[in-house]
């Protein structure tokens, strides 16, 4: 093989080379895309949330707290429920969630809605002061050895025989949100309910990607 030769094998080998990584890349995207659909499926789809605020059972007048209350995906929902003459706290560590909720509560006159930051591990409400409390999609972001202190917090803020409601992801691999290291297996989940004082009182099964329990501040 002459020099010449030698060279133009060396890149007819180096474009096959990178023909090969282009064609393996085509292949991959697809699967990104759908992975990417799955996991932009309208949260409607698999939240239920009026099934959901259905079994929360409120009442107008209630006083109720959406701890890490995010964009208030729940908090409106909650607001309507316990209506004008009841108190939505919403509570979240985050300041730019808060002033979302803030805004959206000024905007549409809702006066029960009380946003507020929170400590990692403590409401900051009065005790005693809650009907009942939700958490949705929180404690997986909360540090192990916060979990306890923070329940107990939710759990001190509770009227004696409150309910506590703690939807989170299943620790199981198809969930398409956060990582399966992150999420917390359902009996982590009551235990660090139980260690916070509170009692298991239902478990709801619908909800394809959360566990969905429904805990009670023991009455005095
Ligand atoms: C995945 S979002 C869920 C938001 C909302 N609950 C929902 O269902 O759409 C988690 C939220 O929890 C908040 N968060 C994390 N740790 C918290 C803590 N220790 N106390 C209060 N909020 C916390 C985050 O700032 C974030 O807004």
Redesign the pocket.
Known sequence: MTWCNKRLFKLMLSATALLCMVLLLGAAEPKKKTSQRRQSAPREEWQQPERVMHDLNLRPGQTVA??????G??TFRLAEAVGATGKVFA????RK?VRTVQDRAAREGLTQVHAYV?S??RTLLEAGCLDAALM???LH??PED?RVP?LTSIAEALKPGGFFFLLDWKKEPDIPFDSYDQKIAREDLIRYAKQAGMELDAEFLYLKYQVFLRFRKPAR
Request: with cysteine.
């Open positions: 959406d701890i890490g209350c995010g964009s995906y729940f509570a979240d560590i985050d969630s929170s990692p591990t949705c999609d929180v972001h909360v916060q923070l």
